[in-house]
């Protein structure tokens, strides 16, 4: 049983660079999420989908773009790299509204 | 004032004790609560969901959803090290189908031997 899985896991790049971060869930869900996970700040939701289809903004959603490209996947890109956007980021699924979400183990990203 | 307030801790307990974690919440329209535990380079795992008010136990842990007081807790009973890691609540209401949960910022807990 894979859950949710996220790709890479860790990774750095330069300020500027631009990078993928792929998520993949094989749980049937209708709903996916992106996080970010900083010291001090909680989980913040940067995009959400709702069901396949249909993506809408979440709490922190400035210098990202996501694409859910079918129900399974659900991928998040960085087109221009800063060093504020440094966190761990948590991919999720559920089966809908008011549902709890299942969770990936995280990319750790750098960007210098 | 953040809509979920949860203490960051860390609560260090001895091997063997009762744990009591807890948050405070502004909305009332919050209906579903979820306590999620969070190992360290790990992503969060669901460990309890409830329903409006009341007790929800699960082998050593118990969930407490207080909607007068706007607080819930999750009671760990009997701790090992193993329960060692950040708890993380969070809720959502059902007004409008929501989609989006608020979660705490979690809470650290170090249970020694």
């Known amino acids: 049983n894979a859950g949710v899985t996220q790709t890479p896991k860790f990774q750095v790049l330069k300020t500027g660079q631009s990078m993928t971060l792929q998520c993949a869930q094989d749980m049937n869900h209708n709903s996916m999420y992106w996080y970010r996970q900083d010291p001090g700040m909680g989980l913040r939701l940067i995009y959400y989908s709702a069901s396949e289809g249909t993506t809408d903004k979440g709490e922190v959603p400035n210098g990202y773009n996501v694409s859910r490209l079918n129900k399974r996947e659900f991928s998040l890109r960085l087109e221009s790299a800063a060093p504020s956007q440094t966190s761990v980021y948590f991919c999720?699924?559920?089966?809908?509204?008011?549902?709890?979400?299942?969770f990936g183990d995280g990319t750790r990203l750098s960007i210098l | 004032q953040k809509e979920v307030e949860q203490d960051p801790g860390p609560l260090s307990v001895p091997e063997g004790a009762i744990v009591s974690l807890n948050c405070t919440y502004s909305n009332s329209a919050f209906q579903y609560f979820m306590w999620y535990r969070q190992y360290s380079r790990k992503g969060p795992e669901l460990l309890m969901y409830t329903y409006s008010s009341g007790n929800k136990e699960d082998g050593r842990f118990t969930a407490q959803v207080d909607k007068s007081s706007k607080y819930i807790s999750l009671f760990i009973r009997d701790s090992q090290p193993s329960d060692s890691a950040t708890y993380l609540c969070a809720m959502s209401a059902v007004a409008g189908g929501s989609y989006i949960p608020t979660f705490g910022r979690g809470t650290s807990l170090i249970v020694h031997p």
């Open positions: 999720a699924s559920g089966t809908g509204a008011n549902q709890p979400q299942h």
